[in-house]
């Protein structure tokens, strides 16, 4: 598999699932590293451990719906 990402780091907003998940596994197998985003604390943390297998992963929780976030 090609290196594309080799030394580079890319941020995945929407990273714990579906397309994000998927394109964080192909910046990893490619020689980069990952920021995750995630809105929900626990299934950010599941998609970090499950990730980190593959490289280094950063993961960040934030959520808009309130003021909160």
């Not at 929407?14 to 998927?22: A, L």
Request: cysteine-free; charged content about 25%; proline content about 1%.
């Amino acid at each position: 598999m090609s290196k594309q990402f080799d030394g580079k780091k890319l941020l995945v907003v929407g990273g714990t699932s579906g397309i994000g998940m998927e394109t964080a596994r192909t910046v990893l197998a490619q020689g980069g590293s990952v920021v995750i985003v995630g809105s929900r604390p626990e299934k950010t943390e599941e998609a970090r451990k499950a990730l980190s297998a593959l490289g280094t992963v950063t993961a960040l929780t934030a959520n808009r719906s309130s003021d909160e976030g």
